[in-house]
């Protein structure tokens, strides 16, 4: 007979669930020096955004009505990584370009096809993780000096015992204004997507499975075709009304096939679940194709999922609890570590199942929230950070802050606070927050409320120049700290044209300074999508390619007394943040030059940044 292969495997962070939290988690602690472990159950990386699900990013722009909130960091690096080489929106070249990302870590060790199913903790310090890798066959006993619970549905802190919550808070508890007064189980369900294609001729539809069987009244409050009926219109409040439209989409349906079980443990109906929505899907289309005329004659089935999208199960307690008072009055906390802006998205209990009611209750804001580095921290453990939408909140915050934008973004913050406690030798709740917050900020992370004052980047003291600038975009822009367009500040540098030798910025700086590293900050235009999406109308906010206001090719030279003493030429550019690494050579001056963008007529940068 033979046995498992086992194998001992140790590092500095070990993150379970490689969806966009646990990946933008690795990337962060791998890039800062961890030696980082990154667990996943699936053959893929992404989660809900993965080739298996196909859900596409949201975050606080709320589909784009707050553009400036874009989230910025690894995942938007990745989304542009994908821009460059995926025109046509195909998940498998996402999938790839997410792979490629963890592979280019050397101190990130990817391990696919690995299911953890136990765990070792004393005292409140979890020092291993054993799991089960499906594909070599081989027992993995997974050491650790931190852990990041990055799985969804908050499984590593369930098995060491953190203490969760499911279903709704009542009013007493937090006080927020849409709790029910008595806490419930009720909560949001799981969903299959599919995607359809007009070929141009008619295409018939017979169900593959046991099809569940809907009538146009049934689905009167589910937008499935180009009109709604009057007598919905008629009572729908206005965000209903805007729910009922943004659920519609011909060939990409829909978010609200949504079921979320019957008992009080949606983990364990998984299975259960994923069988009613297979047979809801080809239902609902079956419906469409069959129950009359709703404009699909010409549209075929071309992908249908079978991994449903999990929007809620376990939430873990934190040292804090994020609740929907800090959303609604767009809180800043001290140790604010990211931001989310997503309506307060509360999904209706019963999903598709109630027929005679809207599939969510939205509760819109302005402006954003920021998220506290205390409710990324599981409370009464020494060194396990939660992730995702598992994060410590109430329910109605999680409805906002479970989108993958949000996640990945606090997966980030995650990823670097573990690495900086690793490299100071520190326990989790003792790192410096406020150099935490400067290293998220000097990664391309937005923290509302903060900005940059690191004492070490000399580009705060230096005097700056341009060749030319427009009206509202100086030169003086790129030392604002903030590297976006926000409350009515621009914060950016715009030449005024770009000429035939390039456009330039100069920064004088205080003193001579043998310089290592200038990092540039340009602008990818947070005005328009870039997220991998099914969805056509999604697809039309985008436009194909690497953004036009990118710079594509430019120079970074040091100067000493007007000469040059060290250039680097830097070609075919296609993101928003990149540094330049130099030898140290001393120098006192440092220019940028713009020689070519990726398709506008002026160079455009945020931020300059110069390190000795």
Known sequence: MIGFKEETLHFDVVIVGGGMTGLCAAIASARHGAKTALVQDRPVLGGNASSEIRMHICGATANMKKPELSEGGIVHELMLSNKRVNDSYNFSIWDAVLFQAAKNEKNLTLLLNTTMHAATCQDGEITCIECYQMSTEKRLLIHGKIFADCTGNGTLGAFVGVKSRTGSEGKAEFNEPHAPEQPNQDRMGNTLLFKAANVGHPVKFIPPVDAMHFTEEQLRYRKHSADVPKEVLAKASENEIWMLFDGYCQDYGYWWIEIGGESADIISEYEDIRDQLVRAVYGVWDHIKNGGNHGAENYELVWVGMLPGVRESRRLEGDYMLNENDVLGNRIFDDAVAYGGWHVDNHVPGGLYAFDKIPSFVYEFDGAYTIPYRSYLAKGFKNLYIGGRALSASKLAMATSRVMGTCAIGGQAIGTAAAQ????????????????????????????????????????????????????????????????????????????????????????????????????????????????????????????????????????????????????????????????????????????????????????????RVYA
């Open 421 to 608: 406690a690793i490299q100071k030798g520190c326990d989790i709740r003792a790192i410096d927050i406020a150099e935490l917050q400067q290293t998220l900020i000097r990664d391309d992370c937005y923290i509302p409320g903060f900005a940059n004052t690191d004492k070490a980047d000399l580009a705060q003291t230096a005097a700056v120049t341009a060749s030319s600038a427009q009206e509202n975009y100086p030169a003086a822009n790129v030392l604002t700290g903030v590297t976006r367009d926000i409350n009515g500040c621009t914060n950016a540098w715009h030449s005024d044209g770009l000429s035939t030798q390039g456009e330039w910025l100069q920064l004088s700086l205080a003193a001579p300074a043998p310089v290592r590293t200038v990092q540039l900050v340009f602008d990818s235009n947070f005005n328009l999508e870039k997220k991998i999406s099914l969805s056509s109308r999604r697809i039309r906010q985008q436009q194909v390619g690497v953004p036009v206001e990118l710079a594509r090719d430019y120079d970074v030279a040091l100067l000493r007394d007007g000469k040059v003493v060290a250039c680097k030429h830097l070609r075919d550019n296609y993101q928003r943040l990149c540094h330049v690494q130099f030898e140290g050579e001393e120098c006192d001056t440092v220019r940028v030059t713009v020689r070519a963008t990726n398709g506008i007529s002026e160079a455009r940068i945020f931020e300059v």
